[in-house]
C-alpha cells in the first residue's frame, strides 16, 4: 500500500547484540519533508536504529520502507544512491586531504574510478572532475566555509566538521538524511549556522532530515515533530511542547527540571 505522506516506515524493528536487545519492536514514521528530532537517554537506540536504516546493520527482525520501497537490510551503498545519507556521531572526514577534496570524494559511479576507463575516458574524466569541483564550490558558499576550502580537514574545529559532515549530504541527490548528534560539541555561533543549513536545505531542496540530538533548546527550534526511544522502542511523538509535558518522558529523560522550558 503506497503512502505519499511519509518518507520512511518501520515497522517491529529489532536488533540484538548478544543478549541485548538494543531495538525493540520500534514502530515509527517519518513524514515527508519534515525535520524530526529524535531524542532518548544514552544507550536508547538511537544510533542503532540509524544503522539499520542507513545499512550499515542489518535487523534481526522487521522492516524499513522507504519512499513506499522495502529496504530491509540492504547495504548501505544501494540507499545512498536512492538518497539516504547519513551523518556519523564521531565525524568521519578525510583527514589529509582539504576541505574542497573531501566534498569531492563524495559522488558514486565517478568515470575515472576504474582504470580503463580512465586511459580511455581522459576528456570525459576531466569534464566530470571540473563538474564536481564546481558543486563542491557551491556546496562550501552555501556552507560559509569559502575561507576554508584548501584548509586540510584534520585542522577543521569540531563544529567546522559537522558542516563539512553535512556539506557531504549536498553533493548528491539527498531525500533523506540522518543526523547523528550533528550539534554536539558546536559553539553556538557554529550551531546557528548549523541549523540555518539545515532549514535551508528543508525548503530549498526538499530534504527530510531526522536528526539525533540531546539539546532539547536545539531539537526544539528545529523540529516538526520529536520522537523519543526508550530502550530500543518509541515511548512517546509528538510537537517538543508534547514532549516536554508528557509525565512518561519526564520520568524516564528530561526529568523534572525540564517540564517549564
Ligand atoms: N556494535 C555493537 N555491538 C554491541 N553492542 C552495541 C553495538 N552498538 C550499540 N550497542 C549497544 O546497543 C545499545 C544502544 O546503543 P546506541 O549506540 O544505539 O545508543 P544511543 O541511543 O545512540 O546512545 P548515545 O546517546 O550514547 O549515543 C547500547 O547498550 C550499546 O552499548
Ligand atoms: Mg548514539
Not at 237 to 257: C, D, P
Request: glycine share 10%; net charge positive.
Amino acid at each position: 500500500m503506497t503512502d505519499p505522506d511519509h518518507i520512511l516506515n518501520i515497522s517491529n524493528l529489532s536488533k540484538n547484540f548478544g543478549g541485548l536487545s538494543a531495538i525493540n519492536n520500534c514502530s515509527l514514521k517519518i513524514k515527508r519533508g519534515s525535520i524530526t528530532g529524535i531524542i532518548g537517554p544514552n544507550g536508547s537506540g538511537k544510533s542503532t536504529l540509524f544503522n539499520l536504516i542507513a545499512g550499515s546493520l542489518k535487523p534481526n527482525k522487521g522492516s524499513v520502507v522507504f519512499n513506499n520501497e522495502d529496504i530491509t537490510g540492504q547495504p548501505s551503498y544501494n540507499l545512498f544512491s536512492k538518497g539516504i545519507l547519513r551523518t556519523f556521531q564521531i565525524a568521519h572526514e578525510f583527514k589529509n586531504l582539504t576541505v574542497l577534496e573531501n566534498l569531492m570524494m563524495v559522488p558514486p559511479n565517478q568515470i575515472g574510478e576504474n582504470i580503463l576507463s580512465a586511459l580511455f575516458m581522459r576528456k570525459k574524466f576531466k569534464l566530470q572532475e571540473d563538474k564536481i569541483r564546481l558543486k563542491a564550490y557551491k556546496v562550501i558558499e552555501f556552507l560559509n566555509l569559502k575561507h576554508l576550502a584548501n584548509e586540510i580537514a584534520g585542522n577543521l574545529s569540531g563544529g567546522q566538521k559537522k558542516l563539512l559532515e553535512l556539506g557531504r549530504t549536498m553533493m548528491v541527490d539527498s531525500k533523506l538524511v540522518l543526523l547523528d548528534e550533528v550539534g554536539a560539541g558546536v559553539n553556538r555561533t557554529l550551531l546557528k549556522g548549523l541549523g540555518t543549513a539545515i532549514q535551508r536545505l528543508n525548503k530549498e531542496k526538499g530534504y527530510t532530515f531526522c536528526m539525533i540530538e540531546h539539546d532539547m533548546d536545539f531539537i526544539s527550534r528545529m523540529c516538526d515533530s520529536i520522537i523519543v526511544l526508550s530502550e530500543g522502542s518509541v515511548l512517546f511523538q509528538g510537537t517538543s511542547e508534547e514532549v516536554k509535558n508528557n509525565e512518561l518522558v519526564i520520568e524516564s529523560y528530561l526529568g523534572r527540571s525540564n517540564k517549564k522550558n
